[in-house]
């Protein structure tokens, strides 16, 4: 079990039912909402703070634009009464947001970072707040990611995405560790 969990922010990132549109392509890790569902019921049972990331796209043709079905929270992961969201507009949680001022205010300097895109916000998140000196674990089973063709034209498989996320990750900006590993 891994005692830096307990109490800690869990912070979720666009779980948003844009994600969910085909146009995204193959994703990884099935299992990623069923990590999140026990994430989410370990943190309310023990009433530890949850917090949630909302992607509010100004892009016309995103499926993350307010006002679009996609905008909405997927089933189950979204906010309960009390639970904080902060709307961005960039990758990063903490751009454009008051984040990082509501985290230090309140006092709390680790978090538990789930959601996706592993290699997209997710990574943009946990980059910025390992910059700032947070205390960061990144539950990788709670993450998903997609298919990419790279820079050199090269097809990479959404488990390879992810991996290699989690690698740029791991030891630098944050712990990866799995829902398991949380003692659950």
Request: proline content about 5%; charged content about 20%; glycine content about 10%.
């Amino acid at each position: 079990m891994i005692a830096e969990a307990e109490g800690a922010v869990l912070l979720l990132i666009d779980l948003q039912r844009a994600i969910d549109h085909p146009d995204w392509g193959v994703r990884n890790n099935p299992d990623a909402e069923a990590n999140v569902a026990t994430l989410l019921v370990h943190w309310r049972g023990k009433g530890w703070p949850v917090w949630h990331v909302r992607h509010d796209s100004s892009e016309a043709g995103s499926h993350y634009r307010p006002g679009q079905p996609g905008h909405d929270f997927r089933e189950g992961q979204g906010p309960m009464p009390g639970e904080p969201v902060f709307a961005k507009q960039v990758n990063s949680a903490f751009i454009g947001t008051d984040l990082e001022m509501r985290l230090r205010e309140a006092g709390h300097h680790r978090l538990v970072i789930a959601g996706v895109i592993t290699n997209n916000s997710v990574e943009a998140s946990v980059r910025h707040a390992g910059n700032l000196g947070f205390d960061v674990l990144l539950v990788a089973d709670a993450c998903f990611t997609f298919a990419r063709v790279d820079w050199s034209g090269i097809p990479r498989s959404a488990d390879d995405v992810h991996a290699m996320s989690l690698a740029n990750l791991d030891g630098e900006y944050c712990r990866v560790i799995r829902t398991g590993d949380i003692g659950i």
